[in-house]
């Protein structure tokens, strides 16, 4: 038994509710169980019981064990005193100790079936506690929890944006410029990427967006990229441009190196910046640019985009390779799309009350294809269809959120297996 099962137990009043004795021998019936509380305090609020008839309104305090009230020190806070009932596993406290509150204990009145069910998919070692279970979950179930999934992960994409925002003084362009040179270091440069560009400030690109050798020579100057002795005219052209333009702009060089290893060439960050150069000279004020898209087709034409001819020959500067014009895949779009343009004008729309814009961005979710990773083949390999961009991003929420930290009991899909195990048990 964990707390928290406990409090799902409660919350859902999946136990036995018949001639209900509190632990002093008074009569007990609940008319509401009260409301989760998920901060500081009581556990449930604002709940309403009969205790030998006499209607009781407050909070109600739920432990594994009746001592642990002490325990946590709940006698000495003022948060608790308006509790009116202790709802406990076991009571292992003497009649007439029970810190003065009528006591419940639940142990012998919850279905050994709803146990062993929990325990089960807590104990499972796949990666989807649930995936025995999936094939009982109704259409309704699925689709409503994942509108919810859905709608969490822009949520939470959004409080991280305006934590972003704070720190620019909220400037939607410039934290624009961070993301997406982000997202262009996919995962195993992210980090580093999204240094680079919080090392040249967006105002700086401005002024040299019609100039793609002076692009590329700052951001892989900032990238550490130059630093070399190089035979290749080009590559010593891009060296003097950077050394111009640090000095000039006064650029201290990113904190996070970027990483070549186990890397596919057309996942190389020399290659990479070179697109987000390109990206840059194309793009001029991108942010009012996606505000005012009404079509995806021309929001993908926006961000699809060739590095410049030096790199159809490479990969790496001063190494030659087979010609190849460098575009990015239609994947790494619609990888920008989803999960940079998208969260950003979804964060714009709920900051300032733009409805239109929220509606756009979940009309766009359903155009686009879904997402191909490791956690969507996880969901596929269980039998879970995934239809478009929506679907994928909500699985992968509660997949990353859910799943991995075990959170059945908050999960509507883990409540519906574990709450079918009990109503199985009901006669009729």
């Known amino acids: 038994m964990t707390e928290r099962l406990l409090q799902y137990i409660w919350q859902l009043q999946q136990f036995n509710r018949n001639d209900l004795l509190t632990e002093q021998g008074d009569g007990l019936r609940i008319v509401y169980p009260g409301t989760y509380n998920r901060n500081q305090g009581p556990d449930f609020l604002e709940?309403?019981?009969?205790?030998?008839?006499?209607?009781?309104?407050?909070?109600?305090?739920?432990?594994?064990?009746?001592?642990?009230?002490?325990?946590?020190?709940?006698?000495?806070?003022?948060?608790?005193?308006?509790?009116?009932?202790?709802?406990?596993?076991?009571?292992?406290?003497?009649?007439?100790?029970?810190?003065?509150?009528?006591?419940?204990?639940?142990?012998?009145?919850?279905?050994?079936?709803?146990?062993?069910?929990?325990?089960?998919?807590?104990?499972?070692?796949?990666?989807?506690?649930?995936?025995?279970?999936?094939?009982?979950?109704?259409?309704?179930?699925?689709?409503?929890?994942k509108e919810r999934m859905l709608l969490e992960r822009l949520q939470r994409k959004s409080l991280q944006m305006l934590q972003l925002l704070h720190e620019n003084d909220f400037n939607w362009e410039e934290m624009l410029w961070w993301m997406i040179a982000r997202n262009f270091g996919i995962r195993v440069n992210a980090e580093a990427f999204e240094s680079i560009a919080r090392s040249i400030p967006v105002r700086v690109i401005d002024r040299h967006r019609n100039q793609i050798h002076q692009l590329e020579a700052m951001l892989l100057g900032q990238a550490g990229l130059l630093d070399k002795t190089f035979q290749d005219k080009y590559a010593l052209m891009l060296q003097r441009e950077y050394r111009f333009l640090k000095n000039k702009y006064g650029l201290k060089p990113a904190s996070i190196p970027v990483l070549f290893l186990r890397m596919r060439p057309s996942g190389f960050p020399s290659l990479r910046l070179a697109q987000l150069a390109m990206f840059l000279k194309s793009s001029h004020r991108f942010f009012p640019l996606i505000r005012e898209c009404i079509h995806l087709r021309d929001l993908r034409s926006l961000v699809q985009v060739t590095a410049n001819d030096y790199w159809n020959e490479h990969y790496r500067l001063d190494e030659p390779s087979p010609f190849r014009p460098k575009q990015l895949g239609n994947d790494t779009v619609e990888n920008i799309i989803v999960n940079t343009v998208i969260p950003l004008l979804y964060c714009y729309g709920a900051h300032n009350g733009i409805a239109a814009l929220e509606e756009k961005v979940m009309r766009w979710m359903n155009e686009l294809q879904a997402e191909k990773n490791s956690v969507t083949?996880?969901?596929?390999?269980?039998?879970?269809?995934?239809?478009?961009?929506?679907?994928?991003?909500?699985?992968?929420?509660?997949?990353?959120?859910?799943?991995?930290?075990?959170?059945?009991?908050?999960?509507?899909?883990?409540n519906h297996i574990l709450k079918r195990q009990v109503d199985l048990l009901k006669p009729g």
């Open 377 to 414: 083949r996880n969901w596929k390999n269980i039998g879970i269809t995934i239809e478009h961009a929506s679907c994928s991003q909500a699985l992968i929420e509660l997949k990353t959120h859910y799943c991995d930290h075990k959170r059945c009991l908050d999960c509507a899909v883990g």
């Open 47 to 145: 709940a309403r019981v009969f205790i030998n008839e006499h209607l009781w309104a407050g909070n109600i305090e739920l432990h594994l064990k009746t001592s642990d009230w002490k325990k946590h020190a709940h006698d000495k806070d003022d948060k608790y005193r308006n509790v009116m009932l202790h709802v406990v596993w076991e009571n292992d406290c003497e009649t007439g100790n029970h810190f003065g509150l009528p006591t419940l204990e639940l142990q012998s009145r919850v279905s050994s079936l709803l146990l062993d069910k929990y325990n089960d998919m807590m104990r499972q070692v796949i990666t989807i506690p649930c995936a025995y279970h999936i094939n009982q979950i109704p259409s309704i179930v699925w689709s409503t929890w």
